[in-house]
């Protein structure tokens, strides 16, 4: 019976350290400061639209001289929040369809830091209507290759009924794709005709571009609508 009566109080010491460890763990400070931002243009200033969650523009923050970064998803337009950081030095690093125009970015993040990330992308895309009916639409894209060392590989149209469609998510529409890559095309405009549209129905539609740089992200242009 005393062994038992050990083994019991044992077992009770045991629990309350862990316990005790885990109040000291769950006492820690929870992050309180937010980064927010955008990916801009360096030549226009204006925002880099992205797909998103579907291959969009993602932000790498590394804290101190950590090499495990953590990741942010930048939204369609073209801005991003991360809103679970702790204050501190960081270094930021933006991947998708550009080159940043600083290889790193250096940066102290207190409660609430805003920062512009410039870049270059790999292909400026204007998308235009030139003219519709109640069910289709002729759409201009004007595109322009930055890179020299880069081959224009896709030039596309993407519409949707839910904005900032893109080449992945298209709810209630399609999209229309042309292969380049043999063509070596380096800037002009392409014509997409849009058929099939439910008349009375507003759609959302964005150009979208891609090269052969590394990662296979497309460039988009910024939303335009049908009446």
């Known amino acids: 019976m005393k062994t038992i009566m050990k083994m019991k109080n044992v077992i009770y010491l045991f629990l309350i350290i862990i316990s005790v460890a885990s109040c000291s763990i769950d006492n820690y400070d929870a992050p309180s400061a937010t980064l927010s931002g955008k990916v801009l243009d360096s030549s226009t ?10 291959s969009g523009t993602i932000i790498q923050i590394f804290e101190g001289n950590s090499k495990q970064p953590i990741l942010s998803q930048s939204y369609p337009d073209g801005h991003f929040v991360n809103a679970a950081l702790f204050p501190g030095d960081y270094r930021l690093f933006a991947v998708g ?24 992308p790999n292909v400026r895309l204007t998308a235009s209507i030139v003219n519709s009916t109640s069910t289709t639409a ?11 060392d880069q081959t224009l590989n896709q030039i596309a149209v993407a519409w949707s009924t839910i904005n900032n469609p893109n ?24 014509n997409f005709t849009i058929t099939g549209l439910t008349a009375g129905t507003k759609y959302f539609i964005r150009a979208a571009a891609r090269t052969n740089a590394a990662g296979n992200y497309y460039n988009y242009s910024t939303t335009i609508k049908t009446q």
């Open 167 to 190: 080449l992945y998510t298209f709810a209630g529409g399609g999209q229309i794709t042309e292969n380049v890559s043999s063509q070596g095309l380096t800037s002009g405009s392409m």
């Open 97 to 120: 369809a550009f080159k940043m125009v600083e290889d790193t970015m250096d940066i102290t993040i207190n409660k609430n830091t805003e920062i512009d990330i410039k870049v270059n």
């Open 138 to 148: 002729t759409v201009k894209v004007d595109y322009v290759k930055v890179f020299a």
């Open 45 to 54: 200033n204006n925002m880099i639209e992205n797909g998103g969650v579907n």
